[in-house]
């Protein structure tokens, strides 16, 4: 017998008895739960389906079934109780998915399963795999799908069965059709069946076939009419039927909107304040026979096969100090430098020759108050604030520049509390220098009436009611003298500013009440304190307004504020007051720098769960990019955020530009290895960045967010343009993405060449493999992503015109070359046949197979064709190829 034999059976042996070990496991935890079940009483059982003690998998004291616990997030474990960081901040999931790295998603899975471990919690709530449909989705950042269901099915299941390898049970989120976060609690998403199962559905159906997650998650939403929770054709037909899941489907935090809709509608859990699977709400649908035993039996045994099979019955863990953070900040730090995409790199020849990298004794000017602030994050469930340890692209960048003092901060940009410059009112424009600070009053009521409690000078307004502070640079005043009470406060604010630059200003107030604020007498900023969200009471108000003042003016500015209602801090959201003001313009000297690098984007004051937002850059912050790049022209633009931002006009004039995402708690280090060129940038896209957000495929049907608010809110979102989402919405149009899918530059540049298959034929149980050779044809090594788009000549159905159906991240030395094989199978050809309910390829159909950079860069390609017409279930087909289901897997030997 050869090696090759030897090896071969050697690992059929292996699987099979994997196989065997597992079936004997499964049937020994079926054998213990339905002895259980056969001896719980009616109030057990109900019991058992809904949360009543915090525990998402709760108790059982006399059979001695332990509670579970469950944690947040993909961007960090968060402390139940505190909802603080437990251990490292990661970069957002739409950064780990721009890395096209599936061992990065397993080393992600692994540090995020350890992490979860070890704070003393055994479920993991993530991943999120719904679609990134439109750039205006305010949960775009937590997803790790992007454009395209291929990438996130390769993904999800990688970084999940790392998670679970470590003792954690996954929950897949949110069960379907989730990709607006306004109004999503009265949104019906209408989407056709094709365009579900070729778009939205498969990344979760490639979590169900090829890893085992405990549970999935229904969404606070509606598709076609059926809410998330109840919908029987979702959860019983396609998931639990078609698909086999064996798990458990909770609701998403009291997302349950009708008892018997969700008992028969297949969900399992009713968390996490368990108010419609009780006992008073079911016993009359028991009772009158309009549910059956057999459906409560059936809810508690998908729970408690969890807690059996995950081994939870025997031990649970105990919270425990992180004492190695190693594993969760290597992986930090990995995701962060192949998680950053470079998009524009000015005078750039075969990679080399650019703005970038900079010079480490190049003077640097570094705009925006990103680049010092700790690690920006959306806000919501996953919002993670690291408490210490972090690096800010400011500190990153003085830390490798050959000198620090290089690398000079412009604090007249810098849009913050902290240190806006404020004057008393009683400076005139005849004065050499003023008193600084803003004149406070405070009353003990809502109405600013009467005498106030307290008049003092602030010399800032940043209060945090939280920590009772007022923090300034100047100094943080512990708040003694007077009681923000929540319903019996209110405050005025007067001062003055004065520009130094002539044009145009910004003011910005944000506040967890109403406010109102004036200029001059003018009133020109107000807001009635009612959040944007009807379910997290978050505060991201549009509450930034700009006006062109004269540089050595005095403007009086007088701000007043009441405290209504408690809002959720602990979310990224603020439960206090803060006024901040800076310019928009130039500082005269920015042109004498050798390079100027300016950070922007999103935090959690302008982006995350329950709102959308619109596609501009926050705070006018594209103004100030207008002027800072034609001010010099070697402007680096730093983005940060989890969608595409408009880019137009400054990309025009900028000499480099990034997409950071949400990066991390090492994001600084990491962008600065990439500017610098210690690190070759290797992200690419996992959208398109459109040039205009109403080029976006999406826009015609969902253009504006505040369309959804208010009294008189649209309730139905049309998923109109169907498959054409998207990249492959722009493949027919006449209008293009200012970046396509899968664009990202590199310091180097690669060739494609020389594609082979293994066969030209198409046929049902067989696999394609695509061979090409990829060259470092520049100077330095890197990372270049193979991407393999399947492009159908003479469909019988309208089709997309090229889908990425296979990808593979090489690196290469400078002037190697190596072959890459990506494998292909009959479901890479098929498209969901709404007639056979089936994945159909038609007799005597024939594609193009396309290789190359991005979905627009495809230079060498090959044919092939169907011989005899393919028809596989549902059931049995599965989105990845049986190499790539292979690949996605993680050994237990690789826990810790």
């Not at 525990?55 to 603080?84: E, I, Q, Y």
């Not at 594993?327 to 192949?338: C, L, P, T």
């Not at 990019?625 to 408009?646: C, D, F, I, R, W």
């Not at 369309?707 to 006449?734: C, F, H, I, P």
């Amino acid at each position: 017998m050869t090696t090759l034999n030897k090896t071969l059976v050697g690992v059929l042996l292996v699987a099979t008895s994997s196989v065997a070990h597992a079936e004997e496991k499964d049937q020994k935890v079926e054998s213990q739960v339905t002895n259980i079940i056969n001896e719980m009483t009616q109030s057990e059982k109900i019991d058992y389906i809904h949360v009543s003690d915090g525990h998402l998998l709760p108790p059982v004291d006399r059979f001695n079934l332990p509670g579970t616990n469950s944690v947040d997030s993909a961007m960090g474990v968060k402390v139940k109780a505190t909802k603080l960081l437990y251990g490292t901040s990661f970069p957002s999931q739409l950064s780990l998915a721009s890395t096209w790295n599936v061992e990065l998603a397993k080393e992600l899975g692994l540090a995020l399963g350890y992490e979860t471990r070890m704070s003393g919690a055994e479920h993991f709530l993530s991943p999120v795999v719904n679609m990134y449909r439109t750039p205006l989705g305010g949960r775009n950042a937590e997803t790790l799908c992007g454009e395209d269901p291929f990438l996130c099915s390769v993904l999800a299941p990688a970084m999940t069965n790392a998670v679970q390898v470590q003792g954690v049970a996954a929950t897949v989120k949110h069960w379907l059709g989730n990709e607006q976060d306004v109004n999503r609690k009265k949104v019906n998403a209408v989407i056709d069946e094709r365009t579900m199962r070729e778009i939205y559905m498969p990344a979760f159906e490639s979590l169900v076939k090829n890893s085992d997650p405990a549970s999935f998650m229904c969404g606070f939403n509606y598709i076609n009419g059926d809410h998330a929770c109840s919908s029987d054709y979702l959860i019983n037909d396609v998931l639990k039927g078609e698909w086999g899941y064996p798990g458990y489907v909770s609701s998403d935090f009291d997302s349950i909107t009708n008892t018997y809709e969700a008992a028969v509608g297949g969900t399992d859990m009713d968390q996490p304040s368990g108010n419609y699977f009780t006992e008073k709400k079911l016993m009359p649908y028991l009772e009158d026979g309009s549910i059956s035993q057999s459906v409560i039996d059936n809810k508690v045994r998908r729970n408690m096969r969890a807690l059996f099979k995950n081994g939870f019955n025997e031990t649970v863990y105990d919270a425990q100090e992180l004492d190695n953070r190693d594993h969760g900040e290597q992986a930090s730090i990995d995701v962060a430098r192949e998680g950053i995409v470079l998009l524009k790199n000015k005078g750039a020849s075969q990679g080399a020759g650019g703005l970038l990298p900079l010079s480490k004794d190049a003077k640097i000017a570094v705009i925006g108050d990103m680049a010092q602030n700790a690690p920006a994050s959306p806000f919501g469930t996953c919002s993670t604030v690291p408490q210490s340890g972090y690096v800010t692209e400011l500190s990153g960048l003085r830390e490798l520049a050959n000198s620090s003092s290089n690398v000079d901060f412009i604090e007249a940009m810098s849009l913050t509390p902290k240190t806006a410059v404020w004057n008393q009112t009683t400076c005139t424009n005849q004065d050499d220098s003023c008193d600084t600070g803003v004149e406070a009053e405070y009353y003990s009521n809502l109405e600013l009436s009467g005498e106030p409690v307290l008049t003092r000078v602030e010399s800032g307004v940043n209060f945090d009611w939280e920590a009772m502070t007022n923090e300034t640079a100047d100094e943080t005043r512990e708040i003694t003298d007077f009681n923000p009470e929540v319903g019996a406060f209110s405050a005025r604010f007067t001062t003055k500013i004065k520009p130094t630059i002539d044009g145009r200003q910004v003011i910005k107030v944000r506040a967890d009440g109403p406010f109102k604020l004036w200029l001059d007498g003018d009133l020109i900023m107000k807001s009635d304190g009612v959040p944007l969200a009807t379910d997290l009471v978050d505060a991201i108000p549009k509450s930034a307004k700009t006006k062109m003042l004269e540089a050595g003016k005095l403007y009086k500015v007088k701000l007043e504020y009441s405290r209504e209602r408690k809002f959720t801090p602990y979310h990224g959201g603020i439960r206090g007051l803060q006024m901040s003001w800076a310019s928009l313009e130039v500082p005269a000297d920015l042109s004498e720098y050798d390079a100027v690098v300016a950070f922007v984007g999103h935090s959690a004051a302008t982006e995350g769960e329950t709102v959308d937002h619109d596609y501009t850059l926050p705070d006018h912050q594209g103004y100030m990019l207008e002027a800072v790049t034609q001010a010099n022209p070697n402007t680096v633009v730093v983005m940060h955020g989890g969608s595409a931002m408009l880019m137009k006009p400054w990309i025009d004039y900028a000499g480099a530009a990034l997409h950071a995402f949400y990066s991390g708690q090492f994001g600084g280090q990491a962008l600065a290895e990439i500017l610098y060129g210690d690190v070759n940038p290797s992200a690419r896209l996992p959208m398109s960045i459109d040039q205009w957000v109403s080029y976006n495929p999406s826009y015609e049907y969902y253009s504006d967010p505040e369309e959804y608010l208010g009294d008189d809110a649209k309730t139905t979102m049309v998923y109109g343009e169907g498959l054409n989402m998207g990249y492959r919405g722009y493949q027919t149009s006449a209008k293009k993405p200012l970046y396509p899918f899968g664009y990202g530059l590199s310091y180097t540049e690669y060739s494609f060449s020389d594609l082979k298959l293994s066969s030209t034929k198409v046929l049902r149980d067989d696999v394609i493999k695509a061979t090409v050779t990829v060259t470092n044809t520049g100077s330095q090594a890197g990372y270049q992503v193979a991407q393999l788009y399947v492009q159908p000549l003479n469909s019988d159905v309208e089709r997309p015109d090229h889908e990425l159906k296979g990808f593979a991240k090489v690196y290469l030395e400078a002037g190697e070359s190596k072959k890459v094989t990506i494998p292909l199978n009959a479901r890479s050809f098929s498209y969901y046949n709404e007639t056979t309910k089936t994945w159909y390829v038609p007799q005597n159909a024939s594609f193009n197979i396309l290789v190359g950079g991005d979905s627009e860069d495809l230079p060498v390609s090959a044919t092939v064709s169907a011989p005899q017409e393919i028809s596989v279930g549902t059931d049995t087909s599965n989105p990845l190829p049986k190499p790539v289901q292979n690949a996605v897997q993680v050994s237990e030997d690789l826990a810790y």
